[in-house]
């Protein structure tokens, strides 16, 4: 594995969402999102993760908000890249444009709807990875892309790409954490992906976070991410209460649906617009969303 410094690639590192307005991305409240990032205590951002709903962008609007990202965030903290697609040849291309517009890291998904095989993961990160000098982190998510990565696989792909740095694991699986580190060692960087094991998973060794809640919440993310690097668990124990119930709210609804709308009730999106085939939460939805923030301390400062 490449070296990278102590400090990179640790702590939140929020995966911003898209923001529309009348069917168009709204780069400018995009921008205001990353700054306000970087303001709260982010150790970094995350550009057309999950959250960002990015089977929903094209190509072109993917490269614009990663190079806003990089614009407006200007050195002050890295920019990671989500690059993935289902299709190989437009995994290049968005990796490629991703390291030309200054992307400190890339965050490559594994293909969705393909179903591949464990061979054909590795032959797949390794031809990916071959093609950019970034650090590139695998993002594991079976739940979205129908395929699970054994720690087996991660260890040959790492042991044919010394640009693989990490990975964000997004499944209700601790052990995996232990075990790949285990195997790759601990400056491996594991990015917890799954909001309510965010605890769990920096507790057993994981160098971060990449939490939705961070979206509404960026302050309290990043000092749960500062508490468990300290050593302060009582601390920690206390921000993973006081975020639960925030945790849990982003699957009221398929994510971002839940999340933009608790983020127009702060006044942090003028709208709560997702593109088809997802569609805005429904009247019950919204009512345990508005208690939630409620609950939360949020909703004082919310808009109508």
């Known amino acids: 594995m490449i070296s990278i410094a102590s400090g990179f690639l640790r702590g939140s590192y929020t995966p911003i969402v898209t923001p529309f307005r009348n069917g168009a991305v709204d780069l400018d409240t995009f921008a205001v999102l990353v700054d306000r990032q970087i303001a709260n205590g982010g150790h970094g951002v995350?550009?057309?993760?999950?959250?960002?709903?990015?089977?929903?962008?094209?190509?072109?609007?993917?490269?614009?908000?990663?190079r806003v990202a990089v614009a407006t965030a200007a050195g002050r903290c890295p920019v990671v890249a989500a690059t993935g697609s289902q299709s190989y040849a437009d995994t290049i291309a968005l990796t490629k444009s991703a390291e030309e517009a200054g992307a400190d890291a890339v965050l490559v998904v594994t293909p969705y709807y393909?179903?591949?095989?464990?061979?054909?993961?590795?032959?797949?990160f390794v031809a990916v990875g071959a093609q950019t000098k970034l650090p590139l982190l695998i993002y594991h998510i079976p739940g979205r892309t129908a395929v699970s990565v054994a720690v087996d696989t991660v260890a040959k792909i790492a042991d044919r790409l010394p640009t693989l740095v990490g990975m964000k694991h997004a499944v209700n699986d601790l052990e995996l954490v232990t075990e790949v580190l285990a195997r790759l060692g601990t400056d491996f960087r594991v990015f917890c992906g799954l909001e309510a094991l965010s605890l769990p998973m920096?507790?057993?060794?994981?160098?971060?976070?990449?939490n939705a809640v961070g979206n509404l919440a960026p302050d309290r993310v990043a000092a749960l991410c500062n508490a468990v690097a300290a050593g302060n668990l009582a601390e920690a124990r206390r921000l993973h209460d006081e975020l639960f119930q925030l945790n849990q709210a982003i699957f009221?609804?398929?994510?971002?649906?839940?999340?933009?709308?608790?983020?127009?009730?702060?006044?942090l999106l003028q709208t709560?617009?997702?593109?088809?085939?997802?569609?805005?939460?429904?009247?019950?939805?919204?009512?345990?969303l508005d208690?939630?923030?409620?609950?939360?301390?949020?909703?004082?400062?919310?808009?109508?």
């Open 114 to 124: 393909i179903k591949p095989s464990q061979s054909g993961l590795v032959e797949y």
């Open 46 to 66: 995350l550009v057309t993760g999950t959250t960002a709903e990015p089977s929903s962008l094209t190509i072109g609007e993917r490269n614009e908000l990663v």
């Open 291 to 304: 208690e939630v923030l409620r609950q939360a301390g949020l909703l004082a400062s919310a808009v109508r």
């Open 252 to 267: 009221f609804d398929t994510n971002p649906v839940p999340l933009k709308y608790m983020m127009m009730r702060l006044g």
């Open 272 to 288: 709560p617009e997702v593109r088809l085939p997802l569609v805005e939460a429904g009247v019950q939805v919204t009512e345990r």
């Open 202 to 210: 920096l507790a057993v060794g994981a160098a971060g976070v990449m």
